[in-house]
């Protein structure tokens, strides 16, 4: 049946197109920005990191940072520099990869080495993560590294937000100490912030590191930020909250990396913790939770990838030099971990990657999450190293808050870390999206996901959604006014589907991120994000006298005004209070209405596909 499915849409999907990592790591040698061919012979000595040459007082520019990379990569072999895309401005954004020479010379990538991609300045004032990393790639570059350089394939991308790294200055974040050079913005030059846009993909940056992560299929991700908020004694919070959902047992090897790291930090001198926020600002002997799942964050979607996906943060209120050397420490726990247990690691996701297909081809039958929160019931008790703290009243708000002091006080509290579903919907073999809505084609190409155009008519049962009482966000936020609820009602029914309706089959590697943007009650779901705003919007005019001539002509009947009176009186409907809705009680008793009106034009498909068997 392959033949039944037509032209592919413009350009081929990378999920299909995924080079070999070898070769793509030598086709994207040589492109640095600024133009060097970077070969060298042997192992040397870049010498000291720029941050380390200011004593940690500044963090290096983009052109600073390099001319480092530059430095590094001419005197090691197992570095080597190139671009993966370019900021909203035309900057070009860098990227570095770390692999043995050796390996490079191969025509196909050695595949029980797990990749592992590293992001920092998503968010570029909060930036150690930079010259953390630049720290690291020197000892690589000095030869003291080479467990990494033998085991792993490292892709690093050392300034994620590269405009807003660029527009520097020293009040771009209000609670952080330094550097005291002054740091990026926390939004690109569209203004939007990179970490919210990994549904909405409207970043040429958010795609281009899609792309790179579609590209080479890590199995860890790491994202490295500064924390905002609460005082405690920690250097840095880590962690992977793990959608108990999703398919395979990463949980379980995330839960163990983390500890591992936690442990080689403590050698450093470095005390880390599981990442967490307190459960009442005010009272934090209610314990430390965990984040949930659910949004357009990086360490969301490369869950949703199946990576193993760490998110980062930094104490704020600590020195620069320290967070950076913590940050330091984080990621070669993280790294010599990752070489320690490599062959569980790559089996760990791979299966992960490949149980997630598997379940596309058994639709309906495996249950996923839409959102995961925090559960509350489950908890173990922690040793937590806090700051002593008062709650005072505000001479301003008259509300309470929390003034942390100095002293170190350890507290014995109860920690949340397991996360429960909120909402769980099944997997569907895919779906089908009228012909109309390129524009939501488009997108989900940007996330490399490929989706497939018919040729011929096709006819099946389908799950269809049909949205009321839609609400959208008054306030702008992230360039759009989302969709904040909607009443969605389901049926399935049997529909015609014209050639061109596209058909996003879920057996393939984004097809739990493709899931998550077409599951119209997902939070992560593209019909929040304002893509279909237009089938809410009433599809034929009334006025208001001919309704009313149309109620009375209906009243006329016994039995209409019977059903009337007793929907009048149901509390449920609203009509009592609401004159319009009485009108509309009438007007959804003609051939009038438009069944199409307020129809999701994306439907889930749970028998066999187009195409498939
Ligand atoms: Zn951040």
Redesign the pocket.
């Known amino acids: 049946m392959r033949g039944f499915i037509g032209r592919r849409m413009q350009r081929t999907c990378l999920g299909r197109l995924v080079l070999g990592s070898a070769i793509a790591f030598a086709l994207l040698v040589g492109t640095t920005p600024g133009g060097a061919v970077v070969k060298a012979p042997a192992a040397g000595d870049p010498g000291p990191t720029p941050g380390e040459r200011a004593g940690f007082v500044s963090t290096p520019t983009a052109d600073e940072t390099q001319a480092y990379l530059n430095a590094v990569a001419a005197t090691c072999r197992h570095v080597t520099l190139g671009t993966f895309g370019y900021t909203a401005s035309g900057r070009p954004l860098p990227v570095v990869f770390v692999q043995d020479a050796a390996d490079r010379s191969a025509t196909a990538p050695d595949t029980t080495k797990p990749v592992v991609l590293i992001i920092a300045g998503?968010?570029s004032g909060?930036i150690e993560g930079k010259d953390a990393i630049l720290m690291l790639l020197r000892d690589i570059a000095r030869g003291r590294e080479p467990a990494i350089v033998s085991h792993l394939r490292v892709v690093i991308v050392p300034i994620f937000n590269l405009d807003g790294h660029e527009n520097r200055g020293r009040y771009h974040r209000f609670v952080q100490w330094g550097p005291e050079g002054g740091s990026g913005t926390r939004r690109n030059a569209q203004w939007l912030d990179l970490?919210r846009d990994f549904a909405k993909l409207e970043s040429p940056e958010c795609a281009a590191l899609v792309r790179l992560g579609a590209q080479f299929q890590p199995h860890v991700f790491v994202d490295l930020?500064?924390n905002d908020g609460y005082d405690h004694q920690y250097d840095v919070l880590f962690g992977d909250g793990v959608d108990p959902t999703l398919p395979g047992a990463r949980d379980r090897f995330a839960r163990r990396l983390v500890a591992a790291t936690i442990e080689a930090m403590a050698a450093d001198g470095f005390r880390a913790h599981e990442f967490g926020y307190p459960v009442d600002d005010l009272d934090l002997t209610r314990g430390i939770a965990s984040y949930g799942i659910g949004g357009p964050l990086a360490h969301s979607y490369f869950q949703l990838r199946h990576c193993i996906s760490i998110l980062e943060e930094t104490h704020p209120y600590i020195p620069y030099e320290r967070r950076v050397r913590s940050t330091d420490s984080m990621l070669r726990g993280i790294l010599h971990y990752a070489v320690e247990h490599r062959i569980e690691l790559v089996e760990t996701v791979n299966d992960a990657r490949a149980t997630a297909i598997r379940w596309a081809r058994e639709p309906g039958r495996h249950a996923l999450a839409l959102s995961c929160s925090v559960d509350t019931t489950r908890a173990r008790t922690i040793q937590w190293r806090g700051k002593a703290y008062e709650v005072v009243t505000s001479g301003v708000t008259e509300r309470r808050y929390t003034r942390y002091r100095q002293e170190p006080v350890t507290f014995e509290l109860p920690f949340y870390g397991e996360l429960k579903p909120d909402r769980t919907t099944t997997l569907p073999r895919g779906y089908l999206i009228l012909p109309a809505w390129r524009n939501v084609a488009a997108t989900l190409e940007r996330h490399s996901i490929h989706v497939e155009s018919l040729t011929q008519p096709f006819t099946t049962e389908v799950e269809a959604f049909r949205g009321s009482a839609p609400r959208f966000s008054a306030a702008p936020y992230q360039g759009h006014h989302p969709l904040r609820s909607v009443e969605w009602r389901e049926a399935t029914e049997s529909r015609a589907f014209p050639p061109g309706t596209y058909w996003v089959p879920l057996d393939q590697p984004g097809g739990i991120v493709a899931f998550h943007l077409l599951e119209p009650r997902s939070p992560e779901a593209l019909v929040n994000w304002n893509a279909f705003d237009a089938i809410f919007e009433p599809g034929i005019i009334t006025e208001d006298w001919s309704l009313e001539e149309e109620a009375r002509r209906q009243l006329a009947d016994p039995k209409v005004r019977a059903a009337y009176e007793a929907a009048l009186a149901d509390s449920s409907t609203g009509l009592a209070q609401d004159p319009d809705a009485r009108l509309d009680w009438f007007f959804h008793r003609t051939p009038f209405v438009d069944e199409e009106q307020n129809l999701y034009p994306v439907f889930r498909v749970l028998g066999p596909g187009p195409g498939t068997p």
Do not use: G, K, M
């Open positions: 998503i968010h909060e970490n930020h500064t």
